[in-house]
């Protein structure tokens, strides 16, 4: 099916531990994003990427590393995973004239 | 980008038409206005986005007053399936932050039976 997948849905990781959460667009947008939502805080840019091999840090990068190697995914990697970084992840792509597509997110609990 | 200030909740009675304001005051001549909702639990859904005209699709309209410092969003019969936090976004098409969109609090819209 056409559109953006994440993977996992859901997460449990222990502290310290590196943890991937993936994200698949089956167009072929250069711009692909990395979204956390916390209650009280909305939505925030981690990090984005205007085409493969080129990604930049957005509002709160640290203790996230991003990667694109090809144009369809785009991975999002805690190395160390801490509570602070508890949240729900959201991935998203633009579509030029059309609008921003997002996935369906991934719930993280660090413990 | 132009900062929005939008109700943080509304309520609406079914079947009836939903129009939740914002206001960007300091918007300017090349920002676009972005209308996203995200229903509970689920990624946000674009909904509409324009520059200066008012622009209908099959989810809602979207009426940007003349001076284009307000804008509203229609949703003409909304149903409880609206019930949702709707985002109102301004951007530019400059290329800072790769084009991401900058989510506030929005408004939480209540549809009642």
């Known amino acids: 099916d056409a559109g953006i997948t994440q993977s996992p849905r859901y997460k449990i990781t222990e502290t310290g531990r590196q943890v991937t959460l993936m994200c698949h667009q089956t167009w072929s947008h250069s711009y692909m994003f990395w979204y956390r939502q916390d209650l009280g805080h909305g939505l925030r840019l981690i990090y984005y990427?205007?085409?493969?091999?080129?990604?930049d840090k957005g509002e709160v990068p640290d203790g996230y590393v991003v990667s694109r190697s090809k144009t369809e995914n785009f991975p999002l990697t805690l190395e160390s995973a801490t509570r602070s970084q508890t949240s729900v992840y959201f991935c998203a792509t633009r579509q030029p004239g059309h609008g921003y597509t997002f996935g369906s997110g991934t719930r993280l609990t660090v413990v | 980008d132009a900062k929005t200030t939008q109700p943080t909740s509304m309520d609406c009675a079914e079947g009836r038409a939903a129009n939740l304001p914002c206001n960007h005051s300091t918007i300017s001549g090349n920002e676009y206005v972005y209308w996203y909702r995200q229903i509970h639990s689920q990624g946000p859904q674009y909904i509409i986005h324009?520059?200066?005209n008012n622009e209908t699709n099959e989810m809602a309209s979207l009426i940007i007053t003349e001076d284009r410092k307000s804008s509203t969003l229609i949703l003409p019969h909304a149903t409880l399936r609206d019930t949702a936090v709707y985002y109102c976004?301004?951007?530019?098409?400059?290329?800072?932050?790769?084009?991401?969109?900058?989510f506030g609090k929005g408004t939480s819209l209540l549809v009642t039976p």
């Open positions: 990427s205007a085409a493969a091999d080129i990604t």
């Open positions: 976004i301004v951007r530019g098409g400059n290329q800072s932050g790769g084009y991401a969109l900058n």
């Open positions: 324009g520059l200066k």
